[in-house]
């Protein structure tokens, strides 16, 4: 699991800190120097696709690194 936590460290995407709901959309912005105002729209449009919106978001929501390096996966697999 180690391995799969380094790498998930070294993606260049991560998640923004005093973002809405996780960060995901302001860390995906920032990394590509886009609008989160307009990746959080296009995030809510996925929400309207079934099956792909939601459970994305969660994963990504697991698997992608805070600023800090921290993984949400990590910690909860931890506290168990």
């Known amino acids: 699991m180690q391995s799969l936590y380094s ?3 070294s993606s260049p995407i ?3 800190p005093g973002g809405i709901f996780g ?3 302001s860390g995906i912005a920032r990394q590509y ?12 449009l ?12 969660l994963v990504l929501w697991l698997l992608l690194p805070k600023t800090d390096g921290s993984i949400a996966l990590e910690q909860l697999l931890r506290h168990r």
Do not use: D, Q
Request: hydrophobic share 60%.
């Open 14 to 16: 991560k998640r923004a």
């Open 23 to 25: 960060g995901i959309a």
């Open 33 to 44: 120097g886009w609008r989160v105002s307009y990746v959080r729209i296009a995030m809510l």
């Open 46 to 57: 996925s929400f309207l696709l079934p099956f792909i919106g939601l459970p994305l978001y």
């Open 7 to 9: 790498f998930l460290r």
